[in-house]
């Protein structure tokens, strides 16, 4: 087995949370802190550690606006963030293909 590609992974995106969140954004153009954390059935805080590294990362934008004078806000996956996570599952599908028998 090559271990060069599995050095490769981002470990911002490696994270099964972190992966989750790129996977649920990559799928939509934004979606809701609400909507994340509902689908991912996660804690606030919890979310709040994930995408802080990730925006930290430069890989999402986070948008913070007000609805019904509540306050709500939207993650998007940036430009970064997009090459990150095909690249990563660049990576993934590069493991799979070296590690398959003959």
């Known amino acids: 087995m090559n271990l ?14 972190r992966l989750a969140i790129a996977s649920l954004l990559a799928a939509s153009p934004e ?3 609400t909507e994340i954390r509902d689908n991912l059935n996660l804690t606030d805080g919890n ?3 994930q995408l802080r ?9 986070i948008t913070k606006t007000f609805e019904n004078r509540r306050p709500r806000s939207t993650c998007a996956l940036t430009a970064k963030g997009r090459r990150a996570f095909s690249d990563y599952i660049g ?7 070296q590690n398959r028998p003959n």
Do not use: M, N, P, W
């Not at 990576?91 to 293909?97: F, P, S």
């Open 47 to 49: 979310l709040c550690i």
């Open 4 to 17: 060069d590609a599995f050095q490769q992974l981002d470990k911002v995106i490696h994270e099964k949370t």
């Open 31 to 33: 979606l809701s802190f």
């Open 91 to 97: 990576i993934l599908e590069q493991i799979v293909r």
């Open 53 to 61: 590294t990730l925006q930290q990362a430069g890989y999402i934008a």
